[in-house]
């Protein structure tokens, strides 16, 4: 799914307020965090990941597996915090991606 420039602003605005919900830590990328962000991501459709201090994951690497494995779209990258987005299938979740639509 490729977001427009607007879109990705309005969703760059809406993260502004949010705190990160995943925490990536020593254990780095696993099937678990991985599966954990997926439910995330289809309830919240909009999510903050941050990478703590003592991961060796870098931020670019976390941001190609997320695209490759969830279908997602890292919307922006500061740092080492990350803002992900995927519209949710189910339809009472569905609230960003309608705004998102109409943009």
């Not at 977001?3 to 099937?31: C, D, M, T, W, Y």
Request: proline share 2%; with cysteine.
């Amino acid at each position: 799914m490729a977001l427009r420039g607007k879109q990705k602003s309005f969703l760059r605005s809406e993260a502004h307020h949010l705190n990160p919900v995943v925490q990536i830590g020593k254990n780095g990328l696993s099937e678990t965090l991985l599966d954990q962000v997926d439910e995330l991501l289809e309830r919240r459709e909009l999510i903050k990941v941050t990478l703590l201090q003592n991961t060796d994951e870098e931020a670019s690497d976390v941001k190609d597996v997320f695209e490759a494995t969830l279908h997602c779209d890292v919307v922006q990258t500061i740092g080492r915090i990350l803002v992900v987005y995927r519209p949710s299938s189910k339809e009472k979740y569905q609230k960003i991606s309608q705004q998102v639509r109409s943009i």
